[in-house]
């Protein structure tokens, strides 16, 4: 059972910056993609950042210069470290895992910026 594990969310300043991890465990494959989307109230969820086993990746257009994912080699954990964040950023997180085109889910985490 592959299980995908958030941490790092909380609570930080306009301006500020915050680094999330996400570690997926439990899948005999290593990632086709991990990435990260994000869900605010009231609001559709969204793609974040993505990254390809072969280091292809994605961001949103409000997050280009100011986000960047990255991935630990050899394990299937991926990192999102968030600068100059805005109130905008504020949302539940969630992680993704593709493994074997099938994919998982973490429960996210809370990221909230305000002064």
């Known amino acids: 059972q592959v299980q995908v594990v958030e941490s790092g969310g909380g609570l930080v300043q306009p301006g500020g910056s915050l680094s999330l991890s996400c570690a997926a465990s439990?899948?005999?494959?290593?990632?086709?993609?991990m990435g990260w989307y994000r869900q605010a109230p009231g609001k559709e969820r969204e793609l974040v950042a993505r990254?390809?086993?072969?280091?292809?990746?994605n961001y949103a257009d409000s997050v280009k210069g100011r986000f960047t994912i990255s991935r630990a080699n050899a394990k299937n954990t991926v990192y999102l470290r968030m600068n100059s964040l805005t109130p905008e950023d504020t949302a539940v997180y969630y992680c993704?895992?593709?493994?074997?085109?099938?994919?998982?889910w973490g429960q996210g985490t809370q990221v909230t910026v305000s002064s």
């Open positions: 993704e895992a593709v493994f074997a085109y099938s994919n998982y």
């Open positions: 990254i390809t086993n072969d280091d292809n990746i």
């Open positions: 439990g899948s005999a494959f290593s990632f086709n993609a």
